[in-house]
């Protein structure tokens, strides 16, 4: 063996066995909290938007809206696609959301109990706000990881295309696989 062949063995291997080492400290020392920083929300709207996710999927034997991090999905959304004009119409209907509901019950969204939520919800249902929420909350949840495995009898390995099928019997369909 030359000497650049050594070199080069002993810098790989040296790479290596440091990257391998590093990993296992950085892991010794990781919490499992979702830890990140809001660009768009700030605080109580986070907070907002996490009862109203939470209220519409809540955590049951599958994980719940928050669980899956529908705030940062969200947060991320208004980033990376929605116009300055579309941000501010959220970000008042958030708003606007809370104070209507201070002014209905004398009291914030996510001060409210189970069953003054329900009413809340079905006085404000038809607003084009609700709506956005609503649907941004099941895309997040629908593609998370947790929400596709917990809910989709999921293949990542892709198979044949069935473009015609019957609905099986545990009501599940197929994601990954068989799409």
């Known amino acids: 063996m030359n000497r650049r062949k050594a070199l080069k063995l002993t810098t790989l291997t040296g790479t290596v066995i440091f990257t391998g080492f590093s990993s296992t400290l950085t892991?010794?020392?990781e919490?499992?909290?979702?830890?990140?920083k809001p660009v768009i929300l700030n605080e109580n709207q986070i907070e907002i938007i996490e009862h109203i996710a939470n209220h519409i999927i809540p955590e049951t034997e599958t994980p719940g809206a928050k669980d899956?991090?529908?705030?940062r999905f969200i947060d991320l959304i208004l980033q990376d696609v929605y116009t300055e004009d579309e941000k501010s119409k959220f970000?008042?209907?958030?708003?606007?959301?809370?104070?209507?509901?201070?002014?209905a019950h004398n009291k914030s969204f996510t001060s409210?109990?189970?069953?003054?939520?329900?009413?809340?919800?079905?006085?404000?249902?038809?607003?084009?706000f609700f709506t956005e929420i609503r649907n941004l909350s099941l895309d997040c949840y629908f593609h998370s990881e947790q929400g596709i495995k917990q809910n989709y009898n999921y293949l990542p390995v892709p198979g044949k295309f069935i473009?015609?099928?019957?609905?099986?019997?545990?009501?599940?369909?197929w994601r990954g696989g068989d799409i």
Not at 112 to 128: M, R, T
Request: charged letters at 25%.
């Open 27 to 29: 892991s010794c020392t």
């Open 31 to 36: 919490s499992n909290e979702l830890t990140w």
């Open 68 to 71: 899956v991090g529908v705030s």
């Open 91 to 103: 970000l008042s209907g958030i708003d606007n959301f809370d104070k209507n509901c201070i002014k």
């Open 112 to 128: 409210l109990d189970f069953d003054q939520k329900n009413s809340y919800f079905l006085s404000v249902k038809e607003s084009s």
């Open 163 to 173: 473009g015609c099928d019957n609905m099986p019997e545990n009501g599940k369909v």
